[in-house]
T-cell receptor
Framework: QQQVKQSPQSLIVQKGGIPIINCAYE??????FPWYQQFPGKGPALLIA?????SEKKEGRFTISFNKSAKQFSLHIMDSQPGDSATYFC????????????FGTGTRLAVRP | NAGVTQTPKFQVLKTGQSMTLQCAQD?????MSWYRQDPGMGLRLIHY???????DQGEVPNGYNVSRSTTEDFPLRLLSAAPSQTSVYFC????????????????FGPGTRLTVT
């Protein structure tokens, strides 16, 4: 069973729009929540990450919102650009084994010019 | 600094054949891991290693073997390939994170696309 559930599976937005990708988890031992960005033919690369002691983290145009009580977190991309078109994965890991990541199923984002 | 390298980029195997996927990193990272990526499944952890001589199983280890004789290299062996092992395989590395500490960034290789017929 999927420990980290990600939605939507795919997303199309116009340039300048704000795509939102959502993830939910059940394992309360998770305490590190990274997002990875993957371009076609490439390996995933870390985009931004959050720990549950904060509710929001921003890095440039990318923001993670975290709701500990609901066990949900989401990625927002402000002023999206065609270059943001990629597959995005949320992930989670436990404090006891921080390097072992459990990934969501991925969201394919297309940003139209 | 090449980062994480994987060879080959593409491979086609017949059912029952064996092969080794190579992974190397030049960042002196203690932690290395193998994932497989399948449509609609995300990335799933196959095996991982926290240092030379130490390996452990991930979520989907069946049909795969690993060894870690050096810090730099972490090969993945398919002993008897099956069509269910058709996938894209990624190797990743990072500094080892002690339990309870914020994890270090993991760096992924470019992947190996494997088809088993």
């Amino acid at each position: 069973q999927q420990q980290v559930k990600q939605s939507p599976q795919s997303l199309i937005v116009q340039k300048g729009g704000i795509p939102i990708i959502n993830c939910a988890y059940e394992n309360t031992a998770f305490d590190y929540f990274p997002w990875y960005q993957q371009f076609p033919g490439k390996g995933p690369a870390l985009l931004i990450a959050i720990r549950p002691d904060v509710s929001e983290k921003k890095e440039g145009r990318f923001t993670i919102s975290f709701n500990k009580s609901a066990k949900q977190f989401s990625l927002h991309i402000m002023d999206s650009q065609p270059g943001d078109s990629a597959t995005y994965f949320c992930a989670a890991s436990e404090k006891s084994s921080g390097d072992k990541l459990t990934f969501g199923t991925g969201t394919r984002l297309a940003v139209r010019p | 600094n090449a980062g994480v390298t994987q060879t080959p980029k593409f491979q086609v195997l017949k059912t029952g054949q064996s092969m080794t996927l190579q992974c190397a990193q030049d960042m002196n990272h203690e932690y290395m891991s193998w994932y497989r990526q399948d449509p609609g499944m995300g990335l799933r952890l196959i095996h991982y290693s926290v240092g030379a001589g130490i390996t452990d199983q991930g979520e989907v280890p069946n049909g795969y073997n690993v060894s870690r004789s050096t810090t730099e290299d972490f090969p993945l062996r398919l002993l008897s390939a099956a069509p269910s092992q058709t996938s894209v395989y990624f190797c990743a590395s990072s500094r080892y994170t002690p339990p309870g500490e914020p994890p270090y960034e993991q760096y992924f290789g470019p992947g190996t696309r494997l088809t088993v017929t």
